[in-house]
């Protein structure tokens, strides 16, 4: 069983608010991934890292930013909140090779 | 860059057989996955290919080709509840990220 959370895994906030969407994993995997999801659609790549202190964006362009402080722990935060940010953000984690684990996901409501 | 493709719909019957296709074009290979996702749910793995050949899992397997950068996922015996989206996903070189493609959205009709 897949040891990654997600919380908030609902939110409603107004917009401009500045909002951080927590990921943490107990796998020691070194790599974590952040993807936005709108219903029925793909999954889009919007940050990822390798490691400790090891950040890069994805192919979506994103208005949020990323830390990678601890290894277990890879928060998402938006400074301020618009309704287009309104979408499902998916996190997940890999060794180097093998699959990587999903979180629940936060679907995020900016109204 | 990657590329993936694979079909958007697909149906078929309980009890049939279904062949899901994937292409994908990247630069360097670590790695094929195939993921099953309900809608409004996270993704779940299913199978992981990394080296030529079928990888089989009860009712699903896999198939990869490296030189023709090709893969299929299998799903014999259908029941209702494998009415899903499937991701096929490719890992590439080193210091490249996870890539999914677009989903294959399965419905299967009793």
């Known amino acids: 069983e897949a040891d990654i959370y997600q919380t908030p895994r609902y939110l409603v906030i107004g917009t401009g608010k500045k909002i951080t969407l927590e990921c943490s994993q107990t796998m020691g995997h070194d790599k974590m991934y952040w993807y936005q999801q709108d219903p029925g659609m793909e999954l889009h790549l919007i940050h990822y890292?390798?490691?400790?202190?090891?950040?890069e964006k994805g192919d979506l362009s994103s208005e949020s930013t990323v830390s990678r402080i601890r290894t277990e722990h890879f928060p998402l935060t938006l400074e301020s909140a618009r309704p287009s940010h309104t979408s499902q953000y998916l996190c997940?984690?890999?060794?180097?090779?093998?699959?990587?684990?999903f979180g629940q996901g936060t679907r995020l409501t900016v109204v | 860059g990657q590329n993936i493709d694979q079909p958007t719909e697909m149906t078929a019957t309980e009890g049939a057989i279904v062949q899901i296709n994937c292409t994908y074009q990247?630069?360097?290979?670590?790695?094929l996955f195939w993921y099953q996702q309900h809608a409004g749910e996270a993704p779940t793995f299913l199978s992981y290919?990394?080296?030529?050949g079928l990888e089989e899992k009860g009712r699903f397997s896999s198939f990869l080709s490296r030189s023709k950068g090709y893969s299929y996922l299998l799903l014999k015996e259908l029941q209702m509840k494998d009415s899903a989206s499937y991701l096929c996903a490719v890992a590439g070189q080193a210091g490249t990220a996870l890539i999914f493609g677009k989903g294959t959205t399965l419905s299967v009709s009793s």
């Open positions: 290919n990394v080296l030529d």
């Open positions: 990247t630069s360097g290979f670590n790695g």
């Open positions: 997940a984690s890999r060794w180097q090779i093998g699959e990587a684990f």
């Open positions: 890292s390798y490691g400790v202190n090891s950040t």
